[in-house]
T-cell receptor, first 113, second 112 residues
Framework: GNSVTQMEGPVTLSEEAFLTINCTYT??????LFWYVQYPGEGLQLLLK?????DKGSNKGFEATYRKETTSFHLEKGSVQVSDSAVYFC????????????FGEGTQLTVNP | SQTIHQWPATLVQPVGSPLSLECTVE??????LYWYRQAAGRGLQLLFY??????ISSEVPQNLSASRPQDRQFILSSKKLLLSDSGFYLC???????????FGPGTRLTVL
């Protein structure tokens, strides 16, 4: 079936460390891919997205590249800050535009000073 | 610009009591609307979605229901709450024809 698999957490890093959160998906077509971030006690915020193969989404120092060959959309940041501590969700769209999203289980990131 | 509101922000209800959570969207017309629940832990469970007034699709059979009385209003209800209904309820919207969803601030429901 169509699903999203995320790197299990929790992930704990020191400030200024490099971050990678892995995400892979299954699909018969080429769905849009998303990363959302949820800060404690808040709703989800769209962090970045990519709509076709080889697209790179970026925002606030975070990047993710749509890799069709490996069906992956890994989230990276070169230097994390304490304020990046949150839960990160990978998601994929449906096979047609306007379809519902399928979310991964989320990855808790804690960044220590 | 578009904004999405949810209320109440927090709610504590006894088992067996009714529930009504409200979600409204401003700045857009004919949005797709979604209700999610986030139980203990982090995962999101899609409960209901709506593509128009009076059009509701249920994803998970349970004692919850949803209604869309107006274009930009989405309501989540229950006649009798269960302990297992506790969680963080999130409303989201998307433009018709787009996958990108935008989430509200959520309602924290505790059933005692």
């Amino acid at each position: 079936g169509n699903s999203v698999t995320q790197m299990e957490g929790p992930v704990t890093l020191s400030e200024e460390a490099f971050l990678t959160i892995n995400c892979t998906y299954t699909a018969t077509g080429y769905p849009s891919l998303f990363w959302y971030v949820q800060y404690p006690g808040e709703g989800l915020q769209l962090l970045l997205k990519a709509t076709k193969a080889d697209d790179k989404g970026s925002n606030k120092g975070f990047e993710a590249t749509y890799r069709k060959e490996t069906t992956s959309f890994h989230l990276e940041k070169g230097s994390v800050q304490v304020s990046d501590s949150a839960v990160y969700f990978c998601a994929r769209g449906g096979e047609t535009s306007g379809s519902r999203l399928t979310f991964g289980e989320g990855t808790q990131l804690t960044v220590n000073p | 610009s578009q904004t999405i509101h949810q209320w109440p922000a927090t709610l504590v209800q006894p088992v067996g009591s009714p529930l009504s959570l409200e979600c409204t969207v401003e700045g857009t017309s004919n949005p797709n609307l979604y209700w999610y629940r986030q139980a203990a832990g982090r995962g999101l469970q899609l409960l209901f979605y709506s593509v128009g007034i009076g059009q509701i699709s249920s994803e998970v059979p349970q004692n919850l229901s949803a209604s869309r009385p107006q274009d930009r209003q989405f309501i989540l209800s229950s006649k009798k709450l269960l302990l297992s209904d506790s969680g963080f309820y999130l409303c989201a919207w998307s433009t018709s024809g787009s996958d990108t969803q935008y989430f509200g601030p959520g309602t924290r429901l505790t059933v005692l």
